[in-house]
């Protein structure tokens, strides 16, 4: 592997007894298992051979809370990037399970008109930019050593099928970006590829909900 890589771990399991879409709200949290999740996370990247030089977070709380053990066991401090931040959608706050789920009210679906875009939120084009743009300025930044960049599942994935080069149309619920997982790339030259997948929290995730974003 290179000098310098870049991982984009996810946050741990929120604390959301309603099971809803949660999103950019403000005030969802980790739950106690997702502290677990992110101690987890926090772990496999202090117990590599590797140094990491930067630590980067978004801003929503859930994310600053799985960066925190990771910048405790590195003596880093958190850098907030708004590039990196869950996408927008228009049913934060509705039900994501159960009989009232908003997707399978019938008023919602002229939401739901353009999966390809998605017409609910944010596009992935606009997604992939953002995240592409904050991994090539932080990389740029540093000269020797690692980043760690604590994101979203969605951001996360769009990031992942940009670099492969696939389309970036897809089903939310079928994306390989398991909590407090670690999808690690590197730069060469101009060109990224995605060089490993880790989840180190695994065996945490069979009992944990996620159902908070699209």
Same mark, same amino acid.
């Given at each position: 592997?290179? !000098?310098?890589?870049?991982?984009?771990?996810?946050?741990?399991?929120?604390?959301?007894? !309603?099971?809803?879409?949660?999103?950019?709200?403000?005030?969802?949290?980790?739950?106690?298992?997702?502290?677990?999740?992110?101690?987890? /996370? +926090?772990?496999?990247?202090?117990?590599?051979?590797?140094?990491? +030089?930067?630590?980067?977070?978004?801003?929503?709380?859930?994310?600053?809370?799985? /960066?925190?053990?990771?910048?405790?066991?590195?003596?880093?401090?958190?850098?907030?990037?708004?590039?990196?931040?869950?996408?927008?959608?228009?049913?934060?706050?509705?039900?994501?399970?159960?009989?009232? +789920?908003? @997707?399978?009210?019938?008023?919602?679906?002229?939401?739901?008109?353009?999966?390809?875009?998605?017409?609910?939120?944010?596009?992935?084009?606009?997604?992939?930019?953002?995240?592409?743009?904050?991994?090539?300025?932080?990389?740029?930044?540093?000269?020797?050593?690692?980043?760690?960049?604590?994101?979203?599942?969605?951001?996360?994935?769009? /990031?992942?099928?940009?670099?492969?080069?696939?389309?970036?149309?897809?089903?939310? /619920?079928?994306?390989?970006?398991?909590?407090?997982?670690?999808?690690? @790339?590197?730069?060469?030259?101009?060109?990224? @590829?995605?060089? !490993?997948?880790?989840?180190?929290?695994?065996?945490?995730?069979? !009992?944990?909900?996620?159902?908070?974003?699209?």
């Amino acid at each position: 592997m290179s !000098d310098k890589l870049l991982h984009l771990v996810r946050h741990g399991e929120v604390h959301n007894p !309603d099971r809803v879409l949660y999103g950019r709200l403000p005030g969802y949290r980790l739950s106690e298992l997702g502290h677990r999740m992110a101690e987890a /996370a +926090a772990l496999e990247i202090a117990g590599s051979d590797r140094v990491v +030089a930067k630590l980067v977070a978004s801003p929503l709380q859930r994310t600053q809370e799985s /960066a925190r053990p990771v910048a405790a066991a590195l003596g880093l401090e958190i850098v907030t990037d708004e590039r990196i931040i869950e996408p927008t959608n228009r049913f934060e706050g509705l039900p994501n399970t159960g009989p009232e +789920a908003a @997707f399978k009210q019938a008023r919602n679906w002229p939401k739901l008109w353009n999966p390809l875009r998605p017409s609910w939120g944010e596009p992935y084009r606009q997604i992939a930019g953002r995240v592409r743009e904050a991994m090539d300025e932080h990389w740029d930044s540093v000269r020797d050593g690692d980043i760690v960049m604590v994101s979203h599942q969605a951001p996360i994935w769009i /990031a992942h099928l940009d670099i492969a080069g696939r389309s970036l149309a897809h089903n939310p /619920a079928k994306r390989r970006c398991a909590l407090s997982s670690i999808t690690t @790339f590197e730069r060469r030259g101009e060109r990224w @590829f995605e060089v !490993d997948y880790r989840e180190p929290a695994a065996d945490l995730v069979e !009992d944990s909900v996620d159902v908070g974003a699209v």
